[in-house]
C-alpha cells in the first residue's frame, strides 16, 4: 500500500514521511515548498512539487501512484502570523482541505488522517482539555483546521452509502518540539525552540514572558511534545483505517500534565551549553497560566504515549538545528 503525505517536505511531514517507510509503507510526498525543504524527503521517496491548492496536479498524484490514503500535513501552520494573514490562511487551509477531498473522492482513496491542531480549542474555561471540550478557537489558523474537521465530518456524511464511503480521523496537538534525525529540524522562526536557539547563537539570553502566574514555579504550563511521538501516531491511525478499524473523529495527542516554561528554557540552557543568563519579562497579553491536553483516547486506540522527557526532546531539536 501506498499513502501521500501532503506538507511531507516539512519538519512534522517529513518525520511522517520516514515514520511510513520504517513501517513498511511506501510514502508519497506531495509539497510546494512555500516553507518546507526538499533536502528533508528521502531521496527514494516519491515527491510531486505541486500545491495542495492543484487538484488537478493532487488527483494525479493520487492515481499515478496508486494511494490508498492520505496523511494530510499541508497547510500554513502559523496561529499568530494567522492573525496578519487570514485570507491567506483560509485559502491554504480550508480550501486546500476540500480541494484535497474532492480529489480523493475522484480518484477513489478513502483513508484520512488529517492533522489538526488543539488550537481548535482557543482559551478553554479548564486547564485540561478533552475531545469533548468546546472548540472556540482565537485565530484564522485555529479556525481553519476546525472548518478542517468540518469538511472531513460532512464528507463522511456524504459518502457513507458510496462505493468508496470516506474513513477519516482528526490528530489535535499543541507544541512540537524535537527532531529523531539531525538532518531534519523545526525551520519556522515563529516556534518557540528556533526562537530561543537563535537568540543563544545570536548572544541574546532567552527570556521568559512572566513569572507570575498561579503554577508551580509561576510560569505558563504547556504542551510539549516530541515530533517523532506525533509521527508514530499518525501511522498508527494510518494502520487502523487501513485496517477498517472504526477510530474516533478526534482525538488529543496531549501528557496531561504539561511542562513549565521555566523547565523548558533550563532544559535549552542545559543543550545548549550556554552561559548566557535566562531573562524574565512581563506577561504578553491574553497568555492562558495552563493549558494541557489529555490523551487517553488516543492511548488507547493509537498506542500513543511520549517517549520522551523535557531534556530529550529539547536535546534532540538542539542536535539537529543549523548553527551558523
Known amino acids: 500500500m501506498s499513502w501521500l503525505v501532503t506538507g511531507g517536505a516539512g519538519y512534522i511531514g517529513s518525520h511522517v514521511v520516514r515514520a511510513l517507510a520504517d513501517a513498511g509503507i511506501a510514502p508519497v510526498v506531495l509539497d510546494d515548498l512555500s516553507t518546507g525543504l526538499d533536502k528533508f524527503i528521502p531521496a527514494d521517496v516519491p515527491f510531486v512539487r505541486a500545491t495542495i491548492l492543484d487538484h488537478g496536479a493532487v488527483v494525479a498524484a493520487l492515481r ?12 500554513y501552520k502559523f496561529a499568530g502570523e494567522s492573525v496578519k494573514y487570514p485570507l491567506h490562511t483560509y485559502a491554504q487551509n480550508v480550501e486546500g482541505t476540500r480541494v484535497l477531498l474532492a480529489a ?19 482559551t478553554p474555561d479548564t486547564s485540561v482539555v478533552t475531545e469533548a471540550t468546546g472548540t472556540f478557537p482565537e485565530s484564522p ?8 474537521e468540518w469538511l472531513i465530518r460532512a464528507q463522511e456524511k456524504a ?3 458510496s462505493a468508496e464511503p470516506l474513513h477519516a480521523t482528526s ?14 529540524w523545526d525551520a519556522s522562526p515563529h516556534n518557540l525552540l528556533p526562537k530561543v536557539f537563535a537568540r543563544i547563537v545570536g548572544g541574546q539570553s532567552p527570556v521568559i514572558a512572566g513569572t507570575d502566574y ?9 504542551d510539549y511534545v516530541h515530533v517523532q511521538d506525533l509521527a508514530l501516531a499518525h501511522i498508527a491511525a494510518a494502520e487502523a483505517l487501513d485496517a477498517g478499524k ?24 542545559k543543550a545548549t551549553g550556554t552561559d548566557l543568563p535566562i531573562e524574565e519579562g512581563p506577561r504578553r497579553p491574553g497568555d492562558p497560566a495552563q493549558i494541557v491536553a489529555r490523551g487517553e483516547l488516543a492511548a488507547r486506540d493509537l498506542g500513543w504515549q511520549m517517549r520522551y522527557t523535557v531534556d530529550e526532546m529539547v536535546a534532540s531539536a538542539w542536535a539537529a538545528h543549523p548553527k551558523a
Open 141 to 148: 489558523y485555529g479556525e481553519s483546521k476546525l472548518i478542517g
Open 64 to 75: 499515478d501512484h496508486g494511494v490508498t490514503g492520505v496523511i494530510h500535513c499541508a497547510g
Open 171 to 184: 490528530l489535535r496537538y499543541f507544541n512540537v518540539v524535537g527532531s529523531a534525525f539531525t538532518d531534519v
Open 104 to 122: 480523493m473522492a475522484e480518484a477513489g482513496v478513502a483513508n484520512l488522517v488529517f492533522s489538526s491542531s488543539a488550537g481548535v480549542y482557543g
Open 246 to 269: 472504526e477510530l474516533e473523529k478526534v482525538y488529543n495527542l496531549g501528557s496531561g500534565d504539561g511542562s513549565s516554561v521555566r523547565e523548558i528554557m533550563e532544559a535549552i540552557v
Open 214 to 222: 498561579p503554577t508551580p514555579d509561576g510560569t505558563c504550563v504547556r
Open 159 to 161: 459518502t457513507a452509502e
